[in-house]
């Protein structure tokens, strides 16, 4: 068996295209594994850099195997098996913040450079006072990001055609337009000439994104299998889902510098991204939380367990179809296709979701992904949704803690389980009513909403006499 090296599995050298901030499982089963395929299919012909977001040493995939790695696709796509295996060689080099930072900075003058993508978590993404404009480097990423792009504005002496175009992973609300709005508040933080902000504004993009794919890492259980397939030791193989969708709020011409085009990827430019991430929170999130409250106390532990169980399939086929995509504000097609492809995912014999992870900060899940649903479906239907009723009551009968004897896997803010004790200090009759008035957990009152008080009561009593 050979290892893996660039020497071993020579490719293209091209330019520096792409300065990635995070170099995690996520980043190169995704984003790493899009461009590979633009340099084949489109002739992006643009190499990585990949940056380190914290202090730590340098990954095994850029010192031992050159940034060579195997991405691993298993599943299902359209009804049918997914087993490929694709050689990523588009890595070109590893540079860590912390010890090369004239390093990092120099590659900001690269005239190719074009893109910088990132994944630093939902925290990466925050401004820090103490940063300072003369740190080597400074601690947070907006921070970095403002010093780069300084360099970049002085190495051309404000060419607005020298900018760069961000495309952050990060899951946050608006991830672009939050990186662009710190990276100003650095530039008045550090007192940076009023022409740099002006050049930000209108030489760099910031596009707001939303990402999608379950990325689940090394494939301890098969991982010899694909080396004996490849010929490679590849001790940093990545094993994903078949399906991807990467949502870029951005104009057509964002096509010119990800060129994904006629190449089979399921990009989409597109001018609002509000709509899609609804979609996204209220059918996959939303279908997650409800499956986990309802599912749980029916004695199933996975999401796939879930969907093959017969009732529990139906409920989720009538909640999604009947509920939930009637309230998303996109063409009904695409919804309706969007939802197939998460019941698609969720039958994946290869990933083994755990109802217990997704049942964490239910509460909180519960207000963000199915309540907004079912004010709207009400708002509209003036009749409250059977179905998202039913799965309220789970998520009530699933804090009381106890079910037929086994405690449940509640985890949540010490408020919360304070109110859901509360409720539950009569074990037979729980206080639905005052729980409901609780407007710091919900938002608002929902003893406002007419009639939910009672059948909220009536639904609950049925799951405990069940």
């Avoid at 990949?50 to 040493?57: D, K, N």
């Avoid at 030489?203 to 939303?210: G, K, P």
């Avoid at 199933?300 to 139906?314: C, G, H, N, Y």
Wanted: proline share 5%.
């Amino acid at each position: 068996m050979k290892e893996l090296n660039k020497k071993s599995s020579p490719a293209d050298a091209y330019p520096i295209k792409v300065l990635q901030f995070g170099d995690g499982n996520f980043l190169r089963g995704f984003a790493d594994w899009m461009i590979d395929i633009l340099n084949e299919k489109a002739s992006f012909h643009g190499s990585v850099v990949t940056v380190a977001p914290l202090r730590r040493g340098r990954p095994a995939v850029t010192d031992d195997q050159e940034g060579r790695y195997h991405v691993v696709l298993r599943g299902l796509s359209n009804g049918k098996r997914v087993d490929d295996v694709r050689l990523i060689t588009c890595l070109d080099q590893y540079v860590d913040p912390y010890s090369e930072y004239e390093k990092l900075i120099s590659i900001t003058d690269v005239p190719s450079l074009q893109l910088i993508i990132s994944n630093t978590t939902e925290a990466g993404i925050t401004f820090h006072p103490g940063d300072i404009d003369k740190d080597s480097p400074p601690d947070s990423f907006p921070a970095k990001v403002t010093q780069l792009l300084y360099r970049r504005f002085n190495t051309y002496k404000g060419d607005v055609s020298k900018g760069l175009t961000f495309l952050p992973c990060e899951l946050i609300e608006n991830n672009g337009d939050v990186l662009r709005s710190i990276v100003l508040q650095y530039a008045k933080h550090w007192g940076l000439p009023s022409g740099f902000a002006e050049w930000v504004n209108k030489a760099c993009t910031f596009s707001n994104t939303l990402v999608d794919r379950i990325v689940t890492g090394y494939p301890g259980d098969y991982a010899q299998q694909i080396m004996e397939r490849t010929g490679y030791k590849d001790e940093r193989i990545v094993a994903a889902e078949p399906y991807h969708l990467w949502v870029i709020q951005a104009n057509a011409s964002m096509n010119n510098v990800f060129p994904v085009d006629g190449v089979g990827l399921n990009v989409k430019f597109v001018s609002d991204l509000t709509p899609y991430r609804t979609s996204k929170v209220r059918v996959l999130n939303g279908a997650h939380t409800a499956m986990t409250l309802v599912g749980y106390l029916r004695g199933l532990r996975t999401v796939r367990e879930a969907v093959e169980d017969r009732w529990m399939s139906e409920f989720l086929d009538k909640l999604v179809a009947d509920e939930i995509l009637p309230t998303i504000p996109l063409p009904q097609s695409e919804v309706k296709e969007y939802a197939t492809a998460v019941f698609e995912r969720f039958h994946n014999p290869e990933i083994k979701h755990e109802l217990k992870s997704i049942a964490l900060n239910s509460v909180s899940k519960f207000r963000a992904r199915l309540l907004p649903t079912l004010l709207d479906r009400y708002k509209v239907t003036q009749q409250l949704p059977k179905r998202l009723v039913h799965v309220f009551a789970a998520l009530i009968v699933f804090y009381r803690g106890q079910w037929k004897g086994e405690s449940l896997p509640v985890s949540d803010s010490a408020e919360t389980l304070e109110a859901f004790k509360v409720c539950w200090q009569d074990q037979s009759r729980p206080d639905v009513r005052r729980l409901l008035a609780n407007e710091a957990i919900w938002g608002l009152d929902l003893t406002t909403i007419k009639g939910l008080p009672e059948e909220l009561e009536r639904c609950v009593r049925d799951i405990l006499d069940s």
